[in-house]
């Protein structure tokens, strides 16, 4: 993910569609923070992988969980609408117009997503080892 947007645009795509799932179940609110915290953590280690030092890493740290933020509220445009469409241009493609399949097949997998993320009950996505629809 540190390398650049588009390496990471994907999974903070994914992330957000889980974390609002999540958001639904006010009782499963830690669950949220948890994921959240599994996913800095996650950046940290990779950032020191490939040889960040400690001096950037909080900064990289902190432009990343802006950037998530920002995508959360993004992210939560009803499928099929224009604003979701330009967050998915803005992150996934960087501004730039897409390929019309291209954009209407992430479009149709961000749907299909959050229906099966719908289907699913919060204690049982949490618990999950995959994403609804993912072969075991």
Request: hydrophobic share 50%; proline share 6%.
């Amino acid at each position: 993910c540190v390398t650049g947007v588009q390496t990471c645009a994907l999974p903070i795509l994914v992330l957000a569609l889980v974390l609002h799932r999540i958001d639904d179940d006010p009782d499963q609110a830690l669950a949220g923070v948890e994921l959240t915290e599994l996913f800095v953590a996650d950046m940290d280690g990779q950032m020191r992988q490939i040889g960040f030092g400690d001096m950037v890493v909080g900064k990289q740290i902190g432009r990343m969980v802006g950037a998530l933020g920002g995508r959360l509220g993004a992210y939560r445009a009803p499928d099929g609408s224009a604003a979701l469409e330009e967050a998915l241009v803005r992150n996934l493609w960087r501004g730039k117009a897409p390929p019309a399949e291209g954009l209407a097949h992430v479009m149709a997998a961000v749907a299909t997503l959050r229906a099966g993320l719908a289907a699913m009950p919060v204690a049982d996505l949490i618990v999950a080892d995959r994403l609804p629809g993912e072969p075991a």
